[in-house]
């Protein structure tokens, strides 16, 4: 049997370690994920009470609602950015693909006048082949993932500025697109569509993280990319498609906001790159890759909304949350770096 099948099945590579010290370092690995899951969710439950301490309209029904709805767009594209900061890499193109697939939605429902099934798919598909390129500029022309994506995300924001023809395209002539997001599909609750439509993905990212072949290169590659490709893994084709996927996410998150605002902004998504990096770093993904999860990713953006939510609605001015949070951010990379430390002199 090749090399490459054995992996593929999932038999231990020649470069393994023994099956009693990996299943030995596999327990300690998921015992010390759990566990910072565990603290970032207690962080959470702790930042809730606080806010809602210092004022008790943090914890009305509205406030919980809108909190989750602004979780949704940074959710979505954290969760993409979680397989490729797992394979070591970065994507610095979310925010700006992000509002070029939101006008790509706004081209083809407004001026083409197509199917508001149409006008979804081609968002998704928009964000796909943003994240396609990705792929193929990083795997195959060996640029490094932070130069691509930068050279991306000036792309993708000139491309949307050009198409729009630097203005907002409204939805007024297709009523029904806003229900995608601010809809209430199940009666009596007051949770819109967009927030189940952001679990449901969360829960497709983890099964596809935890149970499929791509997740388990996604790891691999993370791990010990030249261990993984010596084991006959194409390193190259997989990362490709990890972009890809993660360009995915970036195209739905582009069709939800556009939903939400009823409107393609060109520049709206400028800055989220940022946040969604910070919600994964903050929910226990590692950037130096190898480590990270789906679970810990939405936590880490609960985190990054209920920090935003409670800062705003206890009147700190805008300019220190935005060194609140920059500072929640650096304490998250300098704990990464530490665990990193611990684990390699341990």
Not at 54 to 77: E, K, Y
């Amino acid at each position: 049997m090749s090399t490459t099948t054995s992996v593929e099945n999932g038999s231990r590579s020649p470069l393994a370690k023994p099956p009693q010290n990996r299943k030995e370092s596999d327990l300690m690995v998921r015992a010390r994920a759990s566990m910072q899951q565990l603290m970032a969710f207690g962080s959470l439950i702790v930042l809730v009470i606080l806010f809602g301490i210092l004022n008790p309209l943090f914890l009305t029904p509205s406030n919980l609602s809108d909190i989750l709805l602004s979780t949704v767009v940074i959710g979505l594209l954290a969760l993409g950015a979680t397989f490729v900061i797992i394979t070591g890499g970065i994507d610095l193109s979310v925010g700006t693909g992000m509002s070029l697939t939101s006008v790509i939605v706004g081209v083809t429902l407004t001026y083409m006048g197509l199917p508001l099934a149409f006008g979804v798919l081609a968002g998704i598909l928009a964000g796909a082949l943003i994240g396609l390129i990705n792929g193929v500029l990083i795997s195959y022309l060996r640029i490094p993932p932070f130069i691509a994506t930068l050279a991306m995300m000036m792309v993708a924001q000139g491309l949307a500025l050009v198409i729009s023809g630097t203005k907002p395209i409204y939805f007024n002539d297709t009523p029904g697109f806003s229900q995608l997001a601010l809809g209430k599909s199940i009666p009596g609750l007051i949770i819109p569509n967009a927030v189940f439509i952001f679990f449901i993905a969360a829960v497709i990212a983890g099964v596809v993280l935890s149970k499929t072949l791509i997740g388990r290169y996604t790891y691999s590659i993370g791990s010990n990319e030249q261990a993984t490709a010596l084991s006959g893994i194409n390193v190259r084709r997989w990362k490709m498609w990890i972009y890809t996927l993660a360009g995915t996410f970036t195209g739905l998150a582009g069709v939800v906001i556009a939903s939400r605002l009823n409107s393609a902004q060109p520049g709206q998504g400028a800055g989220y790159e940022l946040q969604a990096i910070a919600a994964v770093v903050i929910g226990g993904t590692s950037l130096q890759g190898g480590k990270g999860s789906i679970v810990g990713t939405v936590i880490g953006a609960l985190i990054m909304s209920v920090l935003t939510s409670g800062l705003r609605i206890i009147n700190v001015p805008q300019e220190w949350q935005s060194v609140a949070i920059g500072s929640v951010i650096l304490l998250a990379v300098y704990l990464d770096m530490l665990r990193r430390k611990d684990k390699s002199t341990g």
